[in-house]
């Protein structure tokens, strides 16, 4: 096919005649390197048509232009760039003008980064890849996931693929999870009561942006999720960072006046502690005493292969006070980005208003693709498989650990997906990491979970969901050696 007849166009602002800057034109595409050495150009009548002149001007140009071995005619074929052609510069072109904005004063808002990590986008070809949330191709059922998304692409779900939800969802997903996935955690909820997000994070960036303002209090657990602290910063609340102990987020220790309280009971996020039931009931007490709502993420309760899951909040909650998020991007893979809300209606109602005024609804075929995926019970398989590897590595981690002498700082009670470790004092996990990158090893610095300008420098999260096995003893011994033989941590 020929070069789209669109990308040309007369730069009014160039001289000479017509033909000369027609050659200019085309010229320059070439040197910057978006006409490619082969491409075929629309014809001398697509063109003289376009730019508003004569054939015969356009002809001119184009035969000066093979004649500087700029392009090459083929007969009747028409005219392509040469491969002889001059190549365009290795070094990327620059911006045509300096820019008269001042961005200083332009940008209203700034917005740190969302996590505060560095992952590196290679991570798979590490050995020893102890990161967090990454899918192991070894374990994840593609050849089922793949005939789901051929299956949602079929006539039968032309609608589900096409239509414009507006501000709803996908139907047979929104059932699924209603009646198989909520049930699982104790939670009865109606279609009204459920709402589908790009992932927990979208989740929980519409739960604050309609719950919080600058007049209101949000309580949040120390250390936390670092992307829900600058959530939280955007929304303008005030914001209680409250520490937590080996059982989690202690209610006792929450401030007055809250208004909401955002806490991972099931895991906590990093260190895998669980909140105990009458912990979970005294919040829920607390919640109803002092008039506050509580939202629970609720990630990889799933991954509960030592003890069943305790209770999720939302099934103990009598109240209305607790709105749930729930995720398949931990479970299935990340790039998924699906998540849903659930949550009183007159909450959701708002959440639906808010998400449908920034991106409408999610996908229609990653929506429909994710239910066949459920409701034909891969996804069930997939949890049993994967369940069973992370047993037996958290088991080898934890023997590791044991034998190389280094102290985990969280004992998940239920399962889970990592270990959250506390070095000696004097380590710095940001450089440690760094320096186990050159011997195959990535770990997680543990200083962008806490908050405050002077957070503890010596705890990581180790994460087993991407490393078999076999790798885990060596690769903890490289970590211990690197502590050891490390320089003088500051």
């Not at 365009?88 to 969302?114: C, E, K, L, M, N």
Request: glycine share 6%; charged share 20%; aromatic share 8%.
């Amino acid at each position: 096919m020929p070069i789209s007849i669109e990308t040309f166009f007369l730069d009014h602002d160039t001289s000479g005649t017509l033909q000369a800057r027609i050659q200019q034109m085309i010229a320059q595409g070439i040197l910057a390197g978006r006409l490619r050495a082969g491409e075929r150009l629309p014809s001398s009548r697509k063109m003289a048509t376009h730019l508003g002149v004569s054939r015969i001007t356009v002809t001119l140009a184009y035969t000066e232009l093979v004649a500087d071995d700029y392009l090459t005619s083929r007969g009747r074929s028409g005219y392509f760039v040469s491969d002889n052609a001059p190549e365009p510069p290795a070094f990327p072109p620059q911006p045509s003008g300096t820019s008269t904005v001042d961005w200083g004063r332009a940008i209203g808002h700034h917005f740190a980064p969302a996590l505060g990590m560095d992952k590196p986008t290679d991570w798979a070809n590490y050995r020893y890849p102890f990161i967090y949330g990454q899918a192991d191709p070894t374990l994840f059922d593609t050849a089922n996931w793949r005939l789901c998304a051929l299956k949602a692409l079929g006539k039968r779900d032309f609608s589900a693929l096409t239509a414009d939800y507006f501000d709803g969802d996908d139907p047979q997903l929104v059932d699924f999870i209603a009646r198989q996935t909520l049930p699982r955690r104790g939670i009865l909820a109606n279609p009204q009561e459920i709402l589908i997000t790009m992932g927990a994070q979208n989740a929980l960036w519409l739960t604050a942006q309609v719950l919080l303002n600058a007049r209101r209090v949000a309580a949040i657990e120390d250390p936390c999720y670092p992307a829900l602290r600058h959530i939280l910063d955007q929304s303008r609340c005030q914001l209680a960072t409250v520490p937590i102990d080996k059982d989690g987020l202690d209610p006792a220790t929450l401030p007055d006046k809250t208004d909401v309280v955002f806490t991972t009971p099931s895991h906590h996020c990093p260190t895998a502690a669980t909140m105990p039931l009458a912990r979970r009931k005294a919040l829920l007490a607390k919640a109803e005493q002092d008039d506050f709502l509580v939202v629970e993420d609720d990630y990889e309760f799933e991954m509960s292969f030592l003890n069943a899951p305790s209770p999720s909040l939302k099934s103990l909650d009598k109240n209305g006070r607790v709105i749930y998020v729930g995720s398949f991007s931990k479970s299935l893979f990340p790039g998924l980005r699906l998540g849903y809300l659930v949550g009183p209606a007159p909450f959701i109602r708002e959440a639906r208003a808010l998400r449908a005024s920034v991106l409408r609804h999610p996908p229609g075929h990653i929506q429909r693709t994710a239910s066949y995926y459920l409701s034909l019970g891969h996804y069930d398989a997939l949890i049993r498989r994967t369940s069973r590897a992370y047993h037996d590595r958290r088991n080898v981690l934890d023997a590791a650990l044991r034998a190389e002498g280094l102290s985990a700082a969280g004992l998940a009670t239920y399962g889970g997906s990592s270990i959250w470790v506390q070095a000696p004092e004097q380590v710095n996990t940001t450089d440690l990491a760094l320096d186990l990158r050159k011997v195959g090893v990535l770990i997680e610095p543990g200083a962008p979970f806490f908050a405050g300008q002077n957070p503890p420098q010596n705890y990581f999260r180790l994460a087993y969901s991407s490393i078999p096995s076999d790798r885990i003893p060596q690769g903890v011994a490289l970590i211990a050696a690197a502590i050891r033989a490390g320089p003088n941590w500051t």
